[in-house]
């Protein structure tokens, strides 16, 4: 059996992504998904994304981690797939599709996709550090010369530590840098540091804005894979409206032989 795929990435943030329309991927095969993700003996990505058919919506987003299993809400992975719908011809320029954690709506602008995110009601801030859900959930902690922070070290310390228990957290790091503000993430899933993480740079940009350190609406941020923008309204409960802006491009396409 063969599986024809296309292989994804938004600010570094890779995907290997898949037309599953005629259902001809097992959404079951942990092992298989796992494989295809292997950077050594597979394709190599951060995660692997199905686009399917949708009863009322353009299409659903069903997303796995690298380690093979279902997880939550990718942000960069949802601008993949927007961009990926337009490849195949699901969708033009404008699209409302389903996720895991519910429908979004999204854009494609001059080569970006503006992803609608899902609101955000409630940060909790503690003395070193803020928590919360963008669709995925997120630890965002400040620290000194980022460049040189160990951050798989530093992040699977807290991923797996007592402070989140088995189900973990995603892990940022964020500096202000020039002017403007760098991050880094740990992503759980991956179980290592990628290049990009769009929930993540979603959680931090809301995280600047809740301890008033900018008063702007839209806040760009520095991945190590590239720029990424996250717009927003502030709201007395939280935040509304939020975008999640960045480059999503094709890198090649092939076929796994089962």
């Given amino acids: 059996m063969s599986i024809p795929f296309y292989k994804y990435q938004g600010t570094g943030n890779d995907f290997v992504m898949i037309d599953n329309r005629q259902l001809i991927f097992s959404k079951n095969d942990t092992k298989l998904v796992k494989a295809i993700c292997d950077r050594k003996f597979g394709v190599g990505a951060d995660g692997l994304i199905l686009l399917e058919n949708h009863d009322s919506l353009d299409f659903t987003m069903v997303y796995y981690n690298a380690d093979g299993n279902p997880s939550s809400m990718c942000g960069n992975g949802g601008r993949c797939i927007v961009a990926f719908a337009k490849e195949l011809g699901v969708i033009a320029d404008k699209t409302t599709f389903e996720a895991v954690d ?51 070290k530093e992040g699977a310390a807290l991923r797996y530590g007592a402070l989140y228990g088995k189900a973990g957290s995603n892990i940022n790091f964020v500096e202000a840098v020039d002017g403007g503000y760098k991050m880094r993430t740990y992503e759980r899933g991956v179980e290592d540091e990628t290049l990009s993480c769009g929930t993540g740079a979603t959680a931090v940009a809301l995280a600047i804005h809740k301890q008033n350190k900018v008063s702007q609406s839209s806040i760009p941020l520095q991945v190590e894979g590239g720029q990424l923008q996250v717009t927003f309204e502030p709201q007395e409960d939280g935040y509304k409206n939020i975008f999640l802006i960045g480059p999503a491009e094709k890198v090649f396409e092939g076929v796994w032989k089962v």
């Fill in 102 to 152: 519910g429908v979004h709506e999204a854009t494609v602008e001059k080569g970006l996709v503006h992803l609608k995110m899902q609101d955000v009601t409630e940060i909790k801030e503690f003395e070193d550090h803020l928590f919360l859900d963008t669709g995925s959930p997120h630890h965002v902690q400040w620290v000194a010369d980022i460049d040189a922070f160990d951050v798989k």
